[in-house]
Each structure stands twice: as C-alpha cells, then as structure tokens.
C-alpha cells in the first residue's frame, strides 16, 4: 500500500465525528468506490449515497418509449450504446421493439452510426444521444460530419444532460458531493467554486484507488472544519478552464434547453438540445414525434436512489423481482447505476 493511500485510509477509518453524507455524483465513482473495497472501510458515521452520474439511469422512460415509437412506427435503424437496449420504457425496451421486428443495433460511437447511414443510404439511421458533457462533444461532431456529408439519413434523438443546474436541484441531499473528474474535465470547475459560494462542498475525484481515497480523506478533513470549501483532487486531468475546444464545439451545436431527469423531473436549462442550424438532423422534428408521457413503474425506486434518498437495498424489489437478468428500473440496467453496482459487489451496504 501506498504511503498517500495509508494516510488517506487512516483518515477515513479513524473519522469519529458527528454522522456525514457523502455523495458521489458520477455512476463510475459508485462503482469503482464498491470494485476497489474502499466503502467497506468506512466507518458508520460516514455515509455514502449514489446520486444522479449515471447517463442510462437519468434518461427517463419518455425517451425510450420516443426510440420504440421510431423503431416501430417509423421504420428507423436505431443505434444506440448498448445499456439503452434493456431500459424498461413503458410498453417495452428497445429489446422488446426489436422482438417485434424492429432495427436496433449497438454501436461503440455516434461516428459508428454516422458510417452506417453512409453505408446504407435507403435506411434512415437515428442514434441515441444520451449522456453528460463527455459524451455529448462527440454526438456534436456525428452532426457536424453528417453535415459535411449531406446525409439525408442520419439525426440523433437528444437526451443530453448538462449538471450545473442538477446540483442545484441536489443542494441539500449531501454534507459534500464528489463530482464526476470526466465532466470537470470538460466543464473546467467554475460552477464547483460557484457552489461553493453558495455554501455548497466537494471535491472533485479521479477513478484510481489513490485518487478516490485522497478525495475522501480531503472531504473528511474539509468537512471537520466546517466551512464549504471546494477542492481539486484530479488536477493531473481536471484544469480550472476546462476544455475550451470542447465547449465551443458543443456551443456551436447545441444549446442549453429544459429537460426531464429520471426521478428528479424538469430541471430548467439541463439538457442540451440540437440548435435550429441543424434541425434537419433533429430526429423529433424530423419525424414529428407526437409529445409522448412515459409510465414509471410505481414500484421501482430508481427516483428516489438517484437523489439519495433511498439506498437500492431499501428498495422492496432489489434483488428480488429485479436483477440484472430481469431490470424492473434503469439503475439496475446500466453497468453505471447504484442499483446495479449494489448487487454486483455488496448487498448488504
Ligand atoms: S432495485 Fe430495481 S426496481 Fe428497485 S430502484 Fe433499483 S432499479 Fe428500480
């Protein structure tokens, strides 16, 4: 064991103060906290939930219900990452539509779908465009190459999240968020320090076992001292800039627009939604898509673990009617969801 990690460990396991929530925003942090063993040295004052980091599980059911809608009703070849495919939409998944003889494909990249329209000019091609800023600069440059080609069988249905306005729609469930290190490397960290301002903590954190155990043992010192504070623990990736390069090139192709997250309803400028320039590769205003309500199932708790306000283990279903074989809710689907990562390495937390 490293020396940075055994003081970070001796921090963490000797913490003896009052009870502290912690949360850690990004679906991968989830993960990598339970994969590494680190949440089992938590003492049982420290608490810490899962929060809404994970693209498949804050997409809400509306949005698969539009892809079967395209798949089925519009003959549309859907290429999507691959956890979409098993996402419960309130009819069926995308696995469903696909039983009925819809055309659903996995793809590794947008550009990937941008070469299947190429190749295949009589098919119209839509990709799914889920995720946060790391994903959503390269669904921008799908746009911008199916442009330059004059591709007249290529659009993207947007579910596009951005996070500033999320937190603060999470303001209060946690003593200090974790941010995501992959979106602060593109955002840069103004909105943190701004959070701060507003009495708001974290830490941003990297995915090594040293670097999240640095930013625990960082958000344990900072909050023993009782001021906000923020703190970049990912400073090999994460600059206060940003990327630059990124952020102008999702400016130019999309603009900030209201949007539904799973579990924690509209939340104004939130998502990011095809500028008017292109249009024509807006695969709900190409294909008129009628305004379509999805049906949560009332029993899965996927709402409620996304905000910390319930840990997958309090969900009656967890475990039971829902596995990953058999997903009731998103968070169970994705390799990034709690519910997911619960079952995968420790039932009992
Ligand atoms: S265990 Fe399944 S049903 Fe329960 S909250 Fe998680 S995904 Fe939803």
């Not at 591709?151 to 937190?167: E, V």
Request: hydrophobic share 35%.
């Amino acid at each position: 064991m490293n020396e940075v990690i055994q003081q970070a460990k001796d921090i963490i396991t000797g913490y003896d103060g009052p009870k502290i929530r912690i949360m850690e925003v990004c679906g991968t942090h989830t993960h990598e906290i339970f994969r590494l063993g680190i949440r089992s040295l938590l003492p049982e004052n420290i608490d810490l939930i899962s929060g809404p980091g994970c693209p498949v599980c804050v997409t809400p059911i509306g949005y698969i219900d539009e892809a079967v809608f395209l798949a089925l009703e519009k003959n549309c070849l859907i290429t999507t990452f691959g956890d979409l495919i098993k996402v419960p939409g309130t009819e069926m998944s995308l696995a469903g539509a696909r039983a009925k003889g819809g055309n659903i494909r996995p793809v590794y990249s947008p550009d990937d779908a941008v070469e299947i329209a190429k190749e295949n000019p009589d098919t119209q091609v839509v990709f799914l465009a889920v995720g946060f800023e790391t994903t959503t600069p390269a669904a921008c440059l799908a746009v911008k190459k199916a442009k330059e080609l004059n591709l007249n069988n290529f659009s993207i249905l947007t579910a596009n999240k951005s996070m500033p306005n999320a937190y603060q729609k999470l303001k209060g469930s946690a003593d200090a968020f974790i941010y995501p290190g992959h979106v602060n490397a593109i955002t840069g960290n103004k909105v943190c320090k701004e959070l701060k301002d507003q009495g708001v903590s974290g830490v941003v954190a990297g995915f090594t076992a040293t670097e999240l155990m640095t930013a625990l043992a960082v958000t344990i010192e900072m909050l023993k001292k009782g001021e906000p504070f923020f703190v970049n623990c990912y400073p090999r990736v994460v600059r206060d800039e940003g990327s630059p390069v990124a952020i102008k090139l999702m400016d130019e192709v999309m603009e900030l627009c209201d949007t539904e997250w799973r579990g924690l309803g509209i939340i104004e400028k939130s998502g990011m939604e095809l500028r008017k320039e292109y249009s024509d590769f807006n695969a709900r205003i190409k294909y008129s898509i009628p305004e379509i309500k999805g049906k949560p199932n009332p029993a899965c708790r996927c709402g409620e673990v996304l905000q910390g306000h319930c840990k997958p283990s309090d969900c009656p279903m967890f475990g039971k009617a829902c596995t990953p074989t058999h997903a009731v809710g998103a968070c169970m689907v994705s390799d990034e969801g709690a519910c997911s990562a619960y079952y995968q390495y420790g039932r009992s937390f």
